[in-house]
């Protein structure tokens, strides 16, 4: 069962550089999203996407791009990394939320970026 | 304002015994869920826990149990006869409105869970 499947795992770069997360999730799910992570601020949301085609900004979107061209992969591109971009990244995916039966979220196992 | 308020930055407890993990919230949706997550020192977040603002009963799995308490807009984290690999990084968050339209997870800033021998 592979769930959500983020690559890399660690990533160094320079400030300057652009880089793609990958993030695939196996489950049919229609939702998708990235968080960042800092600490002492718990998960903030980038972009999410509500089906293959269709993705809206989040809480953090600046320096970041994402598109959906299928169902299973939800690529976030950081297009001229910044040092303020250094944190944890997190794809999630989840079913289409249904009325009184919400359904958590499953997460990849995240991204430790690096800017320097 | 922050929305999920977890006020105990860390927390110590011995094997086998009890702890209870703080979470309020707040919103003024009446349609609301309430997660737990814990992320081990390995990165991963796992789903623990969920509880939706209609459910009757306190929600439970396994070992763990959440302690919601509506009009006091809490919804704490019981953890039964901890187990040293219960250590680890605990997150409450909470997704509002009902539908089937998006809404993202708002997250506090997490507790961490130290438990010894």
């Known amino acids: 069962n592979a769930g959500v499947t983020q690559t890399p795992k660690f990533q160094v770069l320079k400030t300057g550089q652009s880089m793609t997360l990958q993030c695939a999730q196996d489950?049919?799910?229609?939702?998708m999203s990235w968080y960042r992570q800092d600490p002492g601020m718990g998960l903030r949301l980038i972009h999410y996407?509500?089906?293959?085609?269709?993705?809206d900004q989040g809480e953090v979107p600046n320096g970041y791009n994402v598109s959906r061209s299928t169902t299973e992969d939800f690529p976030l591109r950081l297009l001229s990394a910044a040092p303020s971009q250094t944190s944890v990244y997190f794809c999630?995916?989840?079913?289409?939320?249904?009325?009184?039966?919400?359904?958590?979220?499953?997460f990849g196992q995240g991204t430790r970026l690096t800017v320097v | 304002a922050q929305k999920i308020t977890q006020t105990q930055p860390g927390m110590f407890v011995q094997e086998k015994e009890a702890v209870t993990l703080d979470c309020t919230y707040d919103?003024?949706?009446?349609?609301?869920?309430l997660f737990w997550y814990k992320q081990p020192s390995s990165g991963e977040m796992i789903f623990l826990i969920y509880?939706?603002?209609?459910?009757?009963q306190n929600a439970t799995e396994g070992r763990y149990s959440l302690n919601f308490q509506k009009a006091r807009k809490s919804a704490n984290l019981v953890i039964s006869a901890s187990q040293l690999g219960d250590s680890a990084m605990y997150f409450c968050a909470m997704r509002e409105g009902g539908g089937t339209g998006f809404q993202k997870l708002v997250f506090g800033t997490g507790t961490r869970l130290l438990v010894s021998p």
């Open positions: 489950m049919n799910h229609e939702y």
């Open positions: 999630a995916s989840s079913p289409r939320y249904e009325f009184r039966n919400n359904t958590e979220a499953f």
């Open positions: 509880q939706g603002s209609y459910d009757q």
């Open positions: 996407s509500v089906g293959a085609g269709i993705t």
């Open positions: 919103t003024s949706d009446p349609s609301y869920g």
